[in-house]
């Protein structure tokens, strides 16, 4: 008896820590994308096949009672129907599970069953997910998981996206799932579950895998493809460092505010700089073509880059830096400059690094800049040469 109870201890106390352990390992997870108390993990599956359901279905029974912390759902087509053939072995199945029958009745699921075994209803797939049952495992009822049919809904605010789709239906989901993410200022993590390849002959003939398939469905780096809020907001980082710059090349910085910013908006949409950026990002130029090109003509904004860089680099022109109130060279409170002079001159990042560049920008208000530019950056003359 004694022993009994000892064994029983123990392995309810290696249940207990297992479950610590992998609260541990969640709050973990939840650290890595920035979560806070109270805001919590978004993981989506879409495709509710076999493998697909069952993946999410055992995330579900690993994760689903730490509700605060992570929520677990699943997307999927809406409208696929079971035959009464499935719904009477649906029931069987029920019926020969003590534990699944006495959920189903506490929560009044139990007469559907009794309905569609009767032929009285029409049993949906989802509706089975929703009750914890897989189609395409019938003998193996899983946990209960929440079905979404919208894809919008399901994928918008995902932190994590699950693709349990064949690779044939990759393209065409992911493609959409693009035009929901597009206000977003990071990506999701995707992990794929798919399966097979598929053939494709432009450019040339080759097989794609379901990850170059997702990967090309994403977003292209291009600020010309983002939302208008999106571009707002990166206008706003951006110009916020113009201004910090002003406040050292101009003794009256405000005066050259107004045409500043208007001539930056233009150059973002219009000219030979907008156009080498958007040509740049699509992947229809390299950098190592140079910033000359052909029809255009010098690419101003590539040498601006690099002066700019190098001139705020300099450890004699150093402001105080707010946190640390150290004095840092100028170039250490421009972190989109420092990316482009990366990107651009140095060439250690690909194009595609100044969008993430751009959004973890975001993290901070632009008026904070502008506040140490008012407060903490001093006119020196000696930047155009002048001496005082």
């Not at 951006?238 to 002003?246: A, P, Q």
């Not at 505010?257 to 001539?263: E, F, K, S, Y």
Request: hydrophobic share 40%; proline share 4%.
């Amino acid at each position: 008896m004694v022993d009994t109870i000892d064994r029983n201890s123990q392995t309810n106390g290696s249940i207990q820590n297992s479950n610590a352990t992998m609260e541990e390992k969640l709050d973990d997870l939840r650290r890595l994308f920035g979560k806070s108390d109270g805001d919590p993990l978004r993981i989506v599956g879409v495709g509710a096949g076999a493998w697909g359901s069952v993946f999410i279905a055992m995330l579900q029974e690993s994760y689903g009672h730490l509700r605060e912390k992570v929520l677990i759902r699943i997307w999927r087509r809406h409208g696929r129907t079971v035959d009464r053939a499935t719904a009477e072995h649906l029931f069987e199945v029920i019926n020969s599970r003590e534990d699944v029958l006495r959920r189903l009745i506490r929560r009044c699921a139990y007469l559907k069953y009794v309905e569609a075994r009767l032929g009285d209803r029409i049993l949906y797939a989802d509706e089975i997910l929703k009750d914890g049952f897989c189609l395409n495992m019938i003998d193996t009822p899983l946990c209960p998981l929440k079905v979404v049919t919208n894809l919008q809904e399901a994928v918008w605010d995902a932190d994590i996206v699950v693709n349990g789709l064949p690779s044939t239906d990759t393209r065409q989901v992911f493609h959409e799932m693009r035009r929901y993410w597009k206000e977003r200022l990071t990506m999701p993590v995707i992990i794929s579950l798919s399966k097979g390849v598929e053939a494709e002959l432009e450019p040339q003939p080759r097989i794609i895998t379901p990850t170059q398939i997702i990967n090309s469905a994403r977003m292209v780096a291009a600020l010309t493809k983002e939302s208008a809020t999106s571009k707002a907001v990166y206008f706003a980082h951006c110009t916020s460092e113009m201004i910090l710059i002003t406040h050292l090349l101009a003794e009256e910085p405000e005066k050259l505010a107004g045409p500043l910013l208007a001539d930056t908006y233009v150059t973002l949409l219009k000219g030979r700089n907008a156009w080498y950026g958007q040509k740049l990002a699509e992947g229809e130029l390299s950098l190592e073509m140079g910033d000359s090109i052909k029809g255009k003509g010098m690419i101003q904004g590539v040498s601006a880059v690099k002066a700019f860089y190098e001139l705020l680099s300099q450890s004699s022109l150093s402001v105080l830096h707010p946190e640390d109130n150290k004095p840092v060279a100028p170039v250490k409170l421009c972190p989109i400059l420092k990316m482009l002079y990366n990107i651009l001159i140095t060439r250690e990042f690909s194009s595609e690094a100044i969008l993430q560049a751009l959004r973890d920008e975001t993290i901070t208000d632009p008026r904070d800049r502008i506040k140490i530019a008012q407060t903490h950056v001093f006119y020196k003359p000696s930047l155009l040469g002048q001496q005082r």
